[in-house]
Structures are given as C-alpha cells and as structure tokens.
C-alpha cells in the first residue's frame, strides 16, 4: 500500500463544499475501454448549458455576464464586494443557475446594484455578453432578475392553490398556465397508449403563441439543436469503441432518440439500457429526472459514465454466494429461518465523469429508468456509487465532526482505519443478505405491521448485518482483516443511532423516517438491555457533553443477535402489538436537552450542508501520427478552473 496522498476536500463556501473523488481502476483499463469512458464523458459535459437553461431563462446570460466581469475586470479585485461576485459567481455554477440547487429560492448576491454597475463600467465592452443587446439595456433587464427578491423567487413552487408554471422560475414553459399545460397533456394521454404510456411532454418546452399550445422539442433540428449535435458526435465515436453488442444497440437507440425526440424511442432505449447488466462500463445520457418541473413532467438533462467496483462487487457476490451459511447460523429461531436462501449481488459503481443535473451536487445510488410500465415489466436497475461515498467519508474525517462527537482518541484512530470498510460491509449485509433472510409463517399477511413494517424491515436487516460484522467467516472469507475491524462499525452505528443522526432532526420533532427509526430503535434497545451490566453507556465529559462508551463489544454483539431474533419473530408472526411496542418506545421520541445539545455541539462545526464534487480530467495521449495511444486521468484541476474550462469549451447555447 503506498501512502495516500489524494486531496478529497476541494473549498469552501456559502453553505457549499466541493470534494474531489477518485476513480479507482481507471489506469488499469485497457486502452479501447478508456476511450470509450473518454468519448462518453466528452458527450456528459457537451450537455451542461442544456441545464442552465431548463433552470431559468436568464442563467446563461447571467453566467456568461458574471463570468466576463470575473475574467476581465480591471479595476481591484481584492475588494470585499469583488469577492462577493466571485462567491456569487461559484453559487452560480454550483446550482446551474441563479436559484439554490436544493431549496430552489434565488440567491442574493452581496454585493449592490452600484457595486455591479461600477464593474461593468470597468470592464472591457467588447468583452461583456450583450447578445446584439445595447449595454445599458442589457443591464436594465439583468439587473433586477439578479438583485430584486420577488423576481423569479423560486426555481420550482410546489405552494397548493397557486399556479405553479406562472410562479415558478423554471423555463420548461412560456406563456402557459398550469391549467392549460395540464389540459394539453391530459389531451395527450387520453389519446395515446393506456397501458403503455410514453413520457408524456418530458423532452420539450411547451409554449403558447397565438394563443395556440405547441411544443418545442429538444431534438436535432430542434431546440438545444446544436448542443445535442455535439453529444451525439461523441456518442458515434463511443459506438465504434463501445466494449459489446449490447452496448452499441443501446447507444444507437440514444442517437435515434436525440435526432428525432421520439418517446417510443426513448422507452425501447430506456428497455434496451436496464437489460444491460453485463457489460463493465455504462451510462446515462439524457432527459432523466423530472424534480425541476413542478407539474413533474419535463426532464432535466444529466449524465454519468461509471464502471463496474469489482472489489465491491466481488465482496457482494461472496457474500452471496455463502447467503445459505448465513441464514442457517443466524440466532433467529429455526421455524423462521429460509430453507433455501437467495443472496442478492448488489452493483456497486465507480463514477468516471458527472454532468448536467449529476454535477456538481451527485446523488450517490441510482435506480430507473422512471417509466412505470417499463419498471413493473422489465424492471429496474438499481447501483450505489462507491467512490462518492467514499469521499464524502475521507472528507468527513478531517472536518471535526469524529472529534467533537467520538468519545477518544484511540476510537478516533479505529474509525479512521476502519470506518469506510466496514461502513460497506455492513451495508453489504443489510442490502444482499438481511432484508432476503427469515420467513413469514404460513398465513401471515406481509402487511401486518402497518405502518411499523418499514421500521421492523429495516432494523432487521440492519441487525442481522451487526450481528455477522465480529463473525469470523467473515475473516474466513477475507471481508474483514481482523478481529478488531468491527469495533468500527459498532461504535459508528451505536454513535449515530443515540446521538448524532439527531443534528438531521429539528429541535422539537419526533424521529420519523423509517431507517432513522430503525438505528435509534436498535441502539436504545441494547443501550437498555445492557445497562445493569453496564455494555453501553452514555457519559458526559466536564464540559457536559455526553459521549457514546461501549465497555464490552462481545456483549454488545450477543444484545444484537437478541434483538434479531425477537425482531424476525415479530415479522414472521405479524406480531403487530410487539412491532407498535418496541418502535413507539425506542424508536420516536427524543430526549430533548440532549438533542438540543447535539445540534449545539453540530452547529459550532459549521459544517456545509451541501456537497458537490469537481470531476477528473480526462486528457488523451497521441502518437507522432495522431492517434491517441492512451488517456490519463488528472486530479489537479480547481473548482473555478473547471467551471470556467466547462464554460469555454461547451458552450453551444
Ligand atoms: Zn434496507
């Protein structure tokens, strides 16, 4: 193991941080596979004005503004208000536009209309973005989009009883009700196919001129015409290194999709794509997901290309090749044990590239597509993506939070070692072997617990996941390095159900979702259990803060296997009365000045609430007669230095 020397913290800013991930395996691919990785992630970034502009009809123009002020500025750009259009400028960037990636409500810069008016006078005209317009009037129109808080308040407004294409700031619409917009797309559906719908309206903007409703589509020939150009240019590249068969069909139906903006195209693709579960490398490309819009019907366009984790995947088929060990040695009474147990091989991703609505801000797992007939029959694929947990973990090591809330520095230190590996490996047992284990009784109804089923389904996969992390098969199997590992995750589960998954919770409110539920339920359960024998305790230090201290991780482990078998006897009884009993005292209710102090103790980390990530950069390697002979892969690239290569060379709109 060579020493790491990989910086996953990026900068800071606003309520923002940026991390930085790495693609583990890359260099070990073969030259054809990193061309096609490359082609792909050209073809992920080509799309990124494409998003700026389903934002909101100015960010582009905005950016672009900003941008030139940023760059060509003459006057000092060491003063307080300059600082502040760089830190608007980097918002910017960072929710694709002008509004808040996640509450959706504009930002403010803070600098003045005359701060900004006094940067424009020092700035080279020919340099400034007028689009054919006069300066002055250009102004006159950004000006108050930028600064006036009821201009273009809200990205997507979900408020009930308001017209939400009329009050949102989103550009999916132009000039359209949301009553017209609904009537037109019902129309729509009524005529087409009922057991197969297409994704009605998902691919265009919808305008009203003249007072008729016609839609513009996103498509070759169409609107965003020259942007999709260049990503089908880089697809057809990518078709002629793709790895299989497979892979080439589900590019061409891709291109056949852009050229035309055919939805029936779209759902054979979608079809063709989920079937793909082979091949090592994949992507998405595409209209995809539908929070943008408050009717849920147009796409935001996003992209990410990926491989294949083999040592993740490898460590979820060895676990599911031995499910049947498992089960047969969990301390679940035998009646409510399988007799034949299938483990489930999860898919665990490296991200290679992300673009458009994937980036910066990521999600970490994926499941489509989000077609509902296509998903009840052909299914679904579902991934997590490994190395953006993992940065999110490396970089929450070195931000206070172990320090503030683990209780010494040795437990520090196992954290650090461990932390990540057996974080996985627990959520490895969860997925592939604890919610596919024990049985129902003959008669019971799997809806017996009501409401208290996603709870009790949860902490029973969470448990049996516990109860196996000190097993020694896992040694056996080499899952684990040592009878020690384990620690880590017991100490981090018992951590976060007791204290810390508090800091996500409002002073005042109950725990509600179901997998907060299910930690707090099994760490208050063994916290209880083990307290004359004092296993677990909750102690305070002199400045009163209380610390999580396990005294005896052997015992502890004996507490989870109680709680498993009680919690699969319950399920497998549709004990309903037991599932209410255990979930409403242990799992809601929250000591208040301890949650009080948590969020205190959180609140003085000022941790950002907020993270994206800053891709790689992919740069080809050419021989004397120009062919590329390989890609490397580069990390050093800044935040402001990405943006503003994104915004000179993929700029189409
Ligand atoms: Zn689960």
Redesign the pocket.
Known sequence: MTPTTFHYTVERFADLELLRYKVEGFRELSLTQKLYIYYLSEAALEGRDILYDQNGKYNLRIRKFIEAIYLYYTGDKQTEAFRALEIYLKRIWFASGIHHHYSCDKFIPAFTPEDLADFVAHTPIEKLPTEGQDLADCCTELFPIIFDPKMASKRVNQADGEDLLLTSAMNYYNGVTQAEAEAFYAAQKQAGDAERPIMYGMNSTLIKQDGKLYEDVWKIGGKYSKVIERIVYWLEKATEVAENETQKEVIRLLIAFYKTGDLHIFDRYSIAWLRDTASHIDFINGFIESYGDPLGLKASWESIVNFRDTVATHRTEVLSRYAQWFEDHSPVSPQFKKEKVKGVSAKVITAAILGGDLYPASAIGINLPNSNWIRSEHGSKSVTIANLTEAYHQAAQKNGFMEAFVIDSATIALLEQYGNLTGNLHTDL??CL??GSGKLLPGVDPDALKAYGATI??SR?DLFGLYYMPDEKLIELGLTPNAEAYKSEYYQFMMNGLLTQLVRIELGKDVEES?MRNRQLIARWVLEQGATERVVELIKNEQGHTFVKINDYEKLRTLFGKLLAEIQRIKSEGDYEAARALVETYAVKIDKPLHEEILTRYKALNLAPYKGFVNPRYIPKYDADQRIVDIEISYTEGYTEQMLRYSRDYAHL
Request: hydrophobic letters at 10%; glycine letters at 12%.
């Open positions: 969860h997925e604890g919610h389904e949860e996969a997998h």
